[in-house]
């Protein structure tokens, strides 16, 4: 965990240097709705929202840990076995589940038990979304080499195949023209941060396309556990890829066409910035794993007018000032 450690304390840096820039606008926005459960005291959250459309929303549901006054109230009395339990029965049930599951959740004898425990979380991660991060937060040093690196690097190789459900939202070339309306289908009035990717640099495996949304919903997952956000969206704009294995997958879930250049490249993330800052104008935009041509353009493009940074640029900056600090105090 030595180096993951340092990595996180690097892009905690950064984040708190943006945080500190929004200080006051959070202040003036401190009593806007929201639109799902916050970790911020116990104030009750209004739904409009029964019956099974809250037992499908991994927001809301509870599960087995709805008090039978929520069930009268939600319109659940029926719906869920009769005995409340407590989230933490519910955990030390689930804890139980996955070290039993683990061995038959692999696929296969080459696929690797990080993968099967990637698998099992990730279900609970579509059913419970609050037990999901109890979960993670309860036991970071087991986990968070799972919800991130190195297994979320085998989680996007393979991720046309694992994908079961939608997290976060996609935007692509042929969303031109529609991303202003498109932003606000995401069903969150407010959201702190996002982390966005164009696949085309996903750690040291190269260009994943689409695939590498997985690395951005693995950075926020670490950024909930740390308590850095609650409210956060991962991003991924498919430009198309240069993979040629993903071109011939019939499988694949992206564009299969080559990647986007030049100003048309341009026109697609200028058109994905100034959407997401119309609807959400004090949201903080991590650009991450984009390749070095792009990474370095569009800070230099972007960091004056929008509340942005890219991890990989700007960690490596900060290590290269620690390592100056330390070479003139020697």
């Known amino acids: 965990m030595g180096n993951f450690s340092r990595q996180m304390a690097l892009s905690s840096a950064l984040l708190k240097r943006l945080q500190s820039r929004r200080g006051a606008l959070n202040t003036v926005n401190s009593g806007a709705a929201r639109s799902f459960t916050t970790t911020e005291g116990h104030r009750p959250t209004i739904i409009h929202k029964r019956s099974l459309d809250i037992l499908h929303d991994p927001w809301f549901n509870k599960g087995t840990a709805f008090s039978m006054t929520e069930r009268d109230r939600l319109d659940l009395r029926g719906l869920l076995p009769p005995n409340v339990m407590s989230p933490e029965q519910q955990i030390e049930r689930f804890m139980a589940d996955l070290k039993r599951l683990e061995k038959s959740a692999r696929d296969g004898p080459s696929d690797p038990y990080s993968l099967a425990k990637w698998r099992i979380l990730n279900r609970l991660h579509d059913r419970n979304e609050t037990m999901y991060y109890k979960v993670l937060i309860d036991n970071i040093a087991e986990y968070a080499p799972i919800v991130y690196t190195p297994t979320v690097g085998l989680v996007c190789q393979k991720y046309s195949g694992l994908f079961r459900r939608p997290r976060g939202m996609y935007f692509s070339a042929q969303d031109r023209g529609e991303m202003m309306s498109m932003v606000y289908n995401w069903p969150a009035e407010q ?140």
Not at 254 to 277: K, N, S, T, W
């Open 191 to 330: 959201v702190d941060m996002i982390v966005v990717t164009d696949g085309s640099r996903i750690l040291g495996l190269g260009d994943l396309g689409v695939q590498g949304i997985g690395i951005a919903i693995g950075k926020l997952d670490l950024y909930c556990a740390f308590d850095l956000f609650v409210l956060v969206l991962p991003v991924m704009i498919d430009v198309g890829t240069n993979n040629e294995e993903l071109l011939k997958d019939p499988l694949y879930l992206g564009l299969q066409e080559h990647r986007l250049d030049g100003e048309e490249y341009l026109e697609v993330i200028d058109e994905f910035m100034e959407a997401v800052f119309t609807r959400w104008p004090h949201v903080i935009v991590q650009f991450e794993d984009f390749q070095s041509k792009w990474a370095f353009n569009l800070l230099q493009r972007y960091r004056k007018e929008y509340r942005m940074f890219n991890d990989d640029v700007q960690v490596c900056k900060l290590c290269a000032e620690g390592c100056l600090d330390f070479l003139r105090l020697d």
